[in-house]
């Protein structure tokens, strides 16, 4: 059985269990789900049927690309069903044989007003959306990566920290000066690595702009390094799966505060680390960073962190609020990044990606507040 | 009156007489709505509210950045609503004296299973989630770009333009020889003219990976511009707004089916620029182009064009679906992008961005087949 088979039939079984007959998974511009990747190795822009009988049909808006990178048992030209996905589903289910009366899944981001034309489209089955169903099967799923995922992080944290060297040293040189140098720096050194991009927009913000979570724009012609606060916070990703780090650049001098938001990052990041294991509430940890920042009177305006993947967002989260019910496994890779922001003073983050283990944590990457 | 109030005010005019009197519009990473920004200044990552009481409520997840970018009546950062959208609404409600009963319009975007939450939660409200309400109207406002809008797509255009002509005198001189080389070039050179970056990822694909629609990986390390068919599609961002661009470099010699496969799509292009003008049906522009096809016995993968603005995908559709009823007016700036697309000979495809004029139609860029 190939990785995505084996992925396949854990959701196959479920899908008995929950008397489910057909699935449909969508990824398109205005609704992404990498779980058609996980699924079928289709890169993007295609809709994945599961029957419960065991059977899997890809439908790629590009047939070409689905012929290079996709497994799956059957696949089918999304212009077949004039690019129209309710159209895909009752095909579908008449090619998959699914009888009259059937449960249908279909994601539970369907939106409303879709939602009813499913239901009257499809008034042959019964077609369920839902928050409870098949997606949090796959969330979790894809929370705890498998051996073959592992091995890709492996390798993309490996690239990473690689090139966090590489930009350390060149922003001590003077060789990369402005933000743009840094970003296409380091979109340059992941695709010559082989690594199909940046898992998501670089944010390089010198002092002038640190104080933004995510500035805005996320790099411009502007100088990095210079006195201060300079923030970069970037991904590679690599065969699907992206890192994501942040580091600070601090140039001295400092003011009094700002040697201050950077010991409290420090030690924020320290304690959450400290927590990190097996067995661990997510929320927990999130929780004593907020009690640290806190005692400080300081409060940090994001997560503590995130499950990282084939999305730069997703399962486990890593926050302190009520709903966060996320325990920690093995196999689990996510971020630590704590961070203060003061729009006098700019901002300092410090982000590394973490592996769980049987025994604790790992610390995939090398970030770190580098001072110049 | 600002340019965000005059769009705000019409809004507020079509609210009084549907008997909306709120509206919720939601901008964030799993559900980008790009009116907010056109209705506030706000960059991302916010909520916007509007009252049918003509006041206009921001809730942003960045309050610096909106203390730089946003015009609103308030702005109230979304730490202070546990970051949950439910939350925000309903102290929205109280701080916009929202009477019981009202009709509050939230995202046609909204998933089934939210839809049914924020029914339970505002039960004291008539919450209305459809798709022929508020948000056709933001489409349509969006679709024809007033003169301030216009003023910027002058501006993308021509550093567009510039650009285009400098990748095409750096692909012959040889200075740019890798699909990176011209991704990066593109991105630095529209950053260091102001721009914001791209306005999505740019493609760049050498003759052995052109005959993907959209390439995959977007771009590589590998050769661009050797014999056969490479493409390039990429646009830049200014203030906003997006340009969106494609050129085929050809190398000869050119097989036979490459010839035909250009002074098709060559040709299918003058089609639709012949047609294009105020009043004109854009799916019948459409039908043309596939009818030109169909009579070569080829069959183009995907639409012929679409709208541009703070989307790279936005109304109008330019594609032959029966569904699409959308017919051209002075203002509408979008594409037109005939190609083809060849598993052995490659793929090719040329697209301009189209301005809609009182007279006729106008060409803003000067995107081209290049024979190398």
Partial sequence: ???????????????????????????????????????????????????????????????????????????????????????????????????????????????????????????????????????????????????????????????????????????????????????????????????????????????ERSFGIHAFPAYTGGAFGGQGLSILDYGIKYAGYTSDVTLTFARGPLSKQQERMLSLTEKAYAIALSMAGPGVSAKEIAIAVDTHFAKAKKIMPHGLGHGIGLEAHEAPAVRSRADNEWVLEPGMVFTLEPGLYDSVHGGCRLENDILITETGAEVLTNSRIIRL
């Fill in 1 to 207: 059985m190939s990785g995505y088979e084996k992925r396949r039939s854990k959701i196959y079984d479920y899908m008995a269990q929950e008397n489910i007959v057909l699935v449909m998974i969508e990824d398109f511009e205005n609704s992404r789900d990498p779980a058609v990747r996980w699924l079928s190795g289709q890169p993007g822009d295609a809709l994945l049927f599961l029957s419960v009988g065991r059977k899997s049909l890809l439908v790629p808006w590009d047939i070409n690309m689905a012929m290079l990178y996709a497994q799956a048992d059957s696949v089918i030209p999304y212009t077949e069903f004039e690019r129209r996905p309710i159209k895909a589903l009752k095909s579908a289910a008449e090619l998959l044989k699914i009888p009259a009366g059937s449960r249908i899944e279909i994601p539970p981001s369907t939106p409303y007003p879709q939602f009813l034309k499913y239901v009257e489209e499809l008034s042959g089955f019964d077609v369920i959306c839902r928050e409870n169903g098949i997606w949090p099967e796959l969330e979790k799923g894809r929370a705890v990566k498998d051996d073959e995922e592992l091995k890709i992080y492996r390798k993309v944290s490996a690239l990473t920290c690689a090139i966090t060297d590489l930009v350390e040293k060149h922003v001590r040189s003077g060789k990369l000066k402005t933000e743009t140098d840094i970003a296409l720096f380091i979109d340059a050194e992941g695709r010559k690595r082989g690594c199909e991009g940046t898992g998501f927009e670089t944010l390089a913000a010198g002092p």
